[in-house]
Structure formats: structure tokens, C-alpha cells
């Protein structure tokens, strides 16, 4: 594990391999380990970095509001400490939203997209007062009973049946994030900028990759993104729910393998 210091915030990450660089942002309430089959498939042959976001895994941690848009800023601190003028940017759920606030802010510093399991529209209002009222839970009670709630809604029901080490990870991660730091960012992404209206003029290479049994953003959510992003591709994984990059990783690794080699 590596850290750079970002004015009053410390950023964990881990950076392996050699060549183009491919920056993977985790979801929430995750952690950067979340990568770590796609960091040990495509490090060989490529410089996968994966930070913990601010208030998540081994990250600082702000109490109150963190917006998707501090979370880009500091990943565009992270790419001037490491000297990385442009990257793939990659994101799975709310990290999939934070790739496509970094965009918005940093262009030019985006060499191609993966928007993985995510959605680009508003919140509704009372999708918004929910995450607002989660926040004031997960800092009232932790992260226990909620984890334990949604695992069942992050992966697939056959996933925790036939992969309990993969459910494990999930349950595990979820349970180690710092509940205060899950809470800002709550609060922070129930105000984010509707990114639909931004999906036209997204003009480098975007893979757009979801499990067929996602149950917080369903397969049309991808469909929309897919048919609003010219040229972009759009990956169905079968047998995986939220995180089709743990539940089915070697099918998720080789369809995002093929679309990086057709970019070049």
C-alpha cells in the first residue's frame, strides 16, 4: 500500500505493473480490494491503480459532505503525484459516477471510459431523501445490519450460494468501511449533477459492462447509457448481480481485455 497526501486528506492506493495506465475506482461502501482480480489479471501487462476513496478502506476520513466532485479532485491529485498525464478511467457504481464527474471536470486527461454497473440520472426526490436518511443511519448504528441487509442485493442470489469467498469479501469490505466516511459521501452523491444530458458528448472509447442480475441498477439503466454515449459497448455478464467483477471476474477480465484491445 502506497499514500499521497492531498492537502488535509491521505489517499491509500495501490499501483502494480507496468505501461498504460488504468485507474479503477471502487463502489460504495467498498474499498480499492474490490479491484484486486482485475489489478492481478491486467498488471502484467499494463499499470493498474486502485486508491481508496476519501472516507473508505485505509483513505481519510471527513465527517458531513463529501461530494462526487471532491472524490475527482483527488483522483486528479493522485494522477499529479504519480506524474500520469492520462488514463483509462474506470468506475463500478457510485464509483462508475464519480469516472463520469472526473470527465466532466478533466477531459483531456481521459484516454477511454468504463462505466460498470452504474446510472447517470438524478436520484428521485424520495431516492434522495433515502440516501440522506441512510447516511444518518449508517453514523447512528454502523455498518453491520446494513451490510448484512444488501449483500443479498449486491451479489446474486447464486453467488452467495456457490461462491461463499466471494460473499465473504463483499460482506467484509462493507463492514470495514468507516460509517462516517459512508456517510458523507451518501450525502455528497444525492447531490450530484444529472449526468444524462453530458452522455452525448463523451467522445472517447466507452465500455459500458453490467451484471444480468443487478438489482440496483438494472440492466436498462445500462441500456440508456449505451444508447446515449456514441460508438460506446455495452457488456451483459450473465450469473452476476452488482459486482460482476468479483462474481464472475475471468468472464468480466476477458470482455474488458477485448474492448481494450480494440482502443489501442
Not at 504519480?82 to 481521459?110: A, D, N, T
Not at 455498518?143 to 466471494?166: C, F, N, R, S
Amino acid at each position: 500500500m502506497s499514500a499521497v497526501t492531498l492537502g488535509e486528506s491521505t489517499i491509500a492506493y495501490d499501483d502494480a505493473g507496468s505501461g498504460e495506465p488504468l485507474l479503477l475506482v471502487h463502489g460504495h461502501p467498498f474499498d480499492r480490494s474490490m479491484w484486486a482480480p482485475q489489478a492481478r489479471a491486467f498488471a502484467p501487462r499494463r499499470r493498474v491503480i486502485t486508491p481508496d476513496l476519501r472516507g473508505y478502506g485505509e483513505s481519510s476520513v471527513r465527517p458531513g459532505k463529501v461530494a462526487l466532485a471532491d472524490h475527482a479532485t483527488d483522483l486528479a491529485g493522485l494522477l499529479d503525484a504519480l506524474g500520469i498525464e492520462q488514463v483509462v478511467l474506470g468506475g463500478l457504481s457510485m464509483g462508475g459516477q464519480i469516472v463520469l464527474e472526473f470527465w466532466f471536470h478533466y477531459p483531456e486527461r481521459v484516454r477511454a471510459l468504463i462505466l460498470a454497473d452504474t446510472f447517470a440520472q438524478l436520484d428521485t426526490p424520495s431516492g434522495r431523501h433515502d440516501r440522506m436518511a441512510m447516511a444518518d443511519r449508517l453514523e447512528r448504528e454502523g455498518m453491520d445490519a446494513y451490510a448484512e441487509e444488501v449483500l443479498p442485493k449486491m451479489i446474486a442470489p447464486a453467488t452467495i450460494a456457490g461462491q461463499p469467498d466471494v460473499a465473504s469479501h463483499v460482506r467484509r469490505m462493507m463492514k470495514n468501511t468507516p460509517p462516517v466516511g459512508a456517510a458523507a459521501s451518501l450525502r455528497g452523491r444525492s447531490e450530484r449533477r444529472d449526468y444524462l444530458p453530458l452522455l452525448p458528448r463523451i467522445g472517447v472509447p466507452v465500455l459500458i459492462v453490467v451484471g444480468a442480475e443487478d438489482a440496483f441498477t438494472p440492466v436498462g439503466d445500462a441500456e440508456r447509457m449505451h444508447a446515449a454515449i456514441p460508438g460506446s459497448r455495452l457488456e451483459v455478464i450473465e450469473r452476476a448481480g452488482h459486482m460482476p467483477n468479483l462474481e464472475q471476474e475471468d468472464l468480466f477480465n476477458q470482455r474488458l481485455e477485448s474492448w481494450l484491445t480494440t482502443i489501442g
